[in-house]
């Protein structure tokens, strides 16, 4: 059995900075796609930023420049450095993970970790 697992979220002034982590466990051959997704308040999920197992990266809109994408494929985790945060991110944020077991490839959610920026 797999699981994703994001931690790392919370309350955060404007301009502030937080690090997500997203740590991938169970029956697990390999990690194709990791990436970032959030849903604001009242919005639906979008795409913050993915990192492929050869670390080819992709930022979407309003983050680039602010976030960093990375990951450690010999520790199944991904990373998600968030400075100079703003209001407009505050949003659940969730790991997404394309992951090949013994049950085959299959898409892979968490269960959302919370950020918060406001003074």
């Known amino acids: 059995q797999v699981q994703v697992v994001e931690s790392g979220g919370g309350l955060v002034q404007p301009g502030g900075s937080l690090r997500l982590s997203c740590a991938a466990s169970g029956d697990i051959s390999s990690i194709y796609v990791m990436g970032w997704y959030r849903q604001a308040p009242g919005k639906g999920r979008e795409l913050v930023a993915t990192i492929t197992s050869d670390l080819v990266i992709n930022y979407v809109g309003s983050v680039k420049g602010r976030f960093t994408i990375s990951r450690d494929n010999a520790k199944n985790t991904m990373y998600l450095q968030m400075n100079s945060l703003k209001p407009e991110d505050t949003a659940i944020y969730f790991c997404?993970?394309?992951?090949?077991?013994?049950?085959?490839?299959?898409?892979?959610w968490g269960q959302g970790t919370q950020v918060t920026v406001s003074s």
């Open positions: 997404n993970a394309v992951i090949l077991s013994r049950v085959g490839r299959q898409e892979y």
